[in-house]
């Protein structure tokens, strides 16, 4: 039980464009959903907190016009990368809360050309 | 800001327990201590968690000291597939100001054939 998908696994864009990821709670229901960002040799670095049927919660520093979080639904909440440019290149990781735990997806690479 | 301290690495023979410290000693009351493992290149996978009282699953073990300012996860029996970047971090309850787990830079364990 407790899994959680993303997806795409991997995208690779032109810089400029938008870029949706989806992530999906599969075999449960969750009102809170979580936005983590990865670079390369470094550690997770949380993005956002998503509640479903409100607006995401932004950590400081990150740019909610440009990181564009809907959580529709129990089950799916989505992260928009728009007008990527390559330093937006980077291992995205969504979560989902079930009562005390935190599951997370298998992460999406992003790669901006 | 991460409120934990690990060692950056750890060697750990295969089939041998490994033993993975971890200081919280700003640990508040209502603040439980999480693990959780990132194997290279995928989303951090859940181990166990715990408040004040050892903890024992399938995966591993969690001894909590006394005064709570310390803990140790235990791999009872490492295996090579347990080479991974284990992460202590505490978190206090979801309705609560410090409700978000906060990655560290957690202590890369390899386990040696």
């Known amino acids: 039980g407790a899994v959680v998908s993303q997806h795409p696994s991997r995208v690779i864009c032109k810089s400029g464009t938008s870029v949706k990821i989806e992530c999906r709670s599969l075999?449960?229901?969750?009102?809170?959903m979580f936005w983590y960002r990865q670079f390369p040799k470094q550690s997770l670095m949380l993005m956002a907190t998503s509640n479903e049927g409100s607006k995401a919660t932004y950590e400081q520093g990150v740019e909610k016009d440009k990181f564009l979080i809907n959580h529709a639904s129990l089950t799916l909440s989505t992260l928009t990368v728009t007008s990527a440019h390559p330093e937006d290149s980077s291992f995205y990781i969504c979560?989902?809360?079930?009562?005390?735990?935190?599951?997370f997806g298998p992460g999406t690479r992003l790669t901006v050309l | 800001d991460a409120k934990t301290t690990q060692p950056t690495s750890m060697d750990c023979a295969e089939g041998r327990a490994a033993n993975l410290p971890c200081n919280h000693s700003t640990i508040s009351g209502n603040e439980y201590v999480y693990w959780y493992r990132q194997i290279h290149s995928q989303g951090p996978q859940y181990i166990i968690h715990?408040?004040?009282n050892n903890e024992t699953n399938e995966m591993a073990s969690l001894i909590i000291t006394e005064d709570r300012k310390s803990s140790t996860l235990i791999l009872p029996h490492a295996t090579l597939r347990d080479t991974a970047v284990y992460y202590c971090?505490?978190?206090?309850?979801?309705?609560?100001?410090?409700?978000?787990?906060?990655f560290g830079t957690g202590t890369l364990l390899a386990v040696q054939p």
């Open positions: 971090i505490v978190r206090g309850d979801y309705g609560g100001a410090t409700n978000k787990l906060i």
């Open positions: 715990g408040l004040k």
């Open positions: 979560s989902a809360r079930l009562g005390d735990t935190q599951y």
């Open positions: 075999d449960f229901q969750a009102t809170t």
